[in-house]
């Protein structure tokens, strides 16, 4: 079996333009991915692009070999693209032999998957907004959501906004109750000092975790944080190379970790850093802020780890016409997920409704902007 086409899809998600990779062998067979960058687009389809010469022409039943040949090819880099085959390779193998990812992967651990919202604060920043919203979550089923309260801030943030961000978390504790974790996002906004404050100030609303306070790729400065305060901080959305994982466990304050998928290497390669986890005690919830393709793909992944803690989750919080654009991807319900049996991923692909919404110039996120979370 060889590659031997395939096709980039682009779709434009207000907040995130989504891109889809789509392989096709001389067998018949095709297998589907995500490629979605973090507040990028055109990049990632040109590295596909480039990476043609690599893997157009290899059996996608290596899903290893063509991943380390595209890897020497960019002398010795990586990049997103790379993991998206990887992954589309890993549709064609299930799809070859009638058997879901999961099954490949060494089997089921987990038959349910806990997953948390987010995505769902679509609107100002109010606490009584944050509150009824939050309820509502809840209402839907969800026992965790996870939100980011901060605003605009960049290293440093004003008393003022502060003072509101403490306010929004502890409007949205009190409307959830005890029972349901919160979990407070970060977005790497922080300096080390201004971290450790705000922790301290959320101590009292007994957050489940603090989401990467500072740069992600700061190890010291994440480990500062998590020695100085008592809520457990998880980080590793932004990490790349195995060894980073290493080097950010090895401080051992830190036992929460979030490969993305798309970054790490695809499924072979967000298994290895699960078992890196796994030798230091450590649990996994791997990061997910792209489509539903991308919940479908970490659920094959989370389904087989033992040490999996939760699984994020924006679907139910996407535009309308998103679950028109593809089908097969697992659905929360009252609070979790359960992956597919399908052979493959599961999921398929609806070409003629993916370009009833084209790429966007404007489909991005601006984190550091007052008002973002409006997401429009």
Known sequence: MKIVDYKIFIVGNPWKNWVYLKLYTDEGIT???EATG????M??????NELSRVFVGMDPRNPEKIYDSMYKALFLDTNIGMSAIEIACWDIIGKMLNAPVWQLLGGKTHEKLRAYANGWYQGPRDPVFFAERAKQVVEMGYTAIKFDPFGGAYRFISRESERLSIQIVKAVRD????DVDILV???DRFS????VRIGHALEELSPMWFETPVQSKDMSALAAVARAIKIPVAAGEMLDRRGDFVDMLEHRVIDIVQPETLHVGGISGCKKVAAIAEAYEAFVACHQAQSPVNTAINAHIHATLPNFLIQECFDDFLAPWSREIMSGVPQVKNGYLEVSDKPGLGVELHEEEMVKHPYGQTHFLRLFEEGWERRD
């Open 31 to 33: 297998g589907v991915s």
């Open 175 to 178: 409307a959830v109750g005890g």
């Open 43 to 48: 990049p990632v389809v040109e590295q596909i």
């Open 185 to 187: 996002e970060g977005h």
């Open 38 to 41: 973090g507040l990028y687009t």
């Open 192 to 195: 080390v000092s201004t971290a």
